[in-house]
Antibody, heavy 116, light 107 residues
Framework: QVQLVQSGAEVKKPGASVKVSCKAS????????ISWVRQAPGQGLEWMGW????????NYAQKLQGRVTMTTDTSTSTAYMELRSLRSDDTAVYYC?????????WGQGTLVTVSS | SYELTQPPSVSVSPGQTARITCSGD??????AYWYQQKPGQAPVLVIY???ERPSGIPERFSGSSSGTTVTLTISGVQAEDEADYYC??????????FGGGTKLTVL
């Protein structure tokens, strides 16, 4: 069965960076893209960007351009999302999602807390 | 930037029909998708490509499209359908966007 398993919760200080992983199993990793979506406490869903697991092409949300990098490691079927220069308003649950017909499978979410 | 507009809340009694709308200028040209999210859980896809239902999603969930508005319809609402619902689509550059979400309350 398809599974996306994300890395554990993180606590970071303002200005630091965080890298969240998303390990895929149960399907051919390079046949689907991965999107990253975040959700601040009590707020809605925010699309952060997308990466092709086939060729590494990316498309980032304009507001995160320059601070976010998405990568994949096809040898381990793992996608990564790194966010730099963290601010308090980056505190959120970060999800990876497989892009099939829509976001058809989601990771369990990773809470990133940014606090001094 | 491109936006999708949803009502903040919808309330219905059990057994009634709930309709949640989502409006956006690009919706006539781009597919819409709907997600259900319950507290503390990851979202779940309930409708893709405007009106298709993934396997495992109950038949009471349906989707439709008309012009710049798409609608998620839940027929015969059950208590377990109480959740937040988000529409999602894309603009012409491939940038994805979510609506602000609609809280469905089952009275």
């Amino acid at each position: 069965q398809v599974q996306l398993v994300q890395s554990g919760a993180e606590v970071k200080k303002p200005g630091a960076s965080v890298k969240v992983s998303c390990k895929a199993s149960g399907y051919t990793f390079t046949s689907y893209g991965i999107s990253w979506v975040r959700q601040a406490p009590g707020q809605g869903l925010e699309w952060m960007g997308w990466i092709s697991a086939y060729n590494g092409n990316t498309n980032y949300a304009q507001k995160l351009q320059g601070r976010v990098t998405m990568t994949t490691d096809t040898s381990t079927s793992t996608a990564y999302m790194e966010l730099r220069s963290l601010r308090s308003d980056d505190t959120a649950v970060y999800y990876c999602a497989r892009e099939g017909e829509g976001y058809d499978y989601w990771g369990q979410g990773t809470l990133v807390t940014v606090s001094s | 930037s491109y936006e999708l507009t949803q009502p903040p809340s919808v309330s219905v009694s059990p057994g009634q029909t709930a309709r949640i709308t989502c409006s956006g200028d690009a919706l006539p040209k781009q597919y819409a998708y709907w997600y259900q999210q319950k507290p503390g859980q990851a979202p779940v896809l309930v409708i893709y490509k405007d009106s298709e239902r993934p396997s495992g999603i109950p038949e009471r969930f349906s989707g439709s499209s008309s012009g710049t508005t798409v609608t998620l319809t839940i027929s015969g609402v059950q208590a377990e359908d109480e959740a937040d619902y988000y529409c999602q689509s894309a603009d012409s550059s491939g940038t994805h966007v979510f609506g602000g979400g609609t809280k469905l309350t089952v009275l």
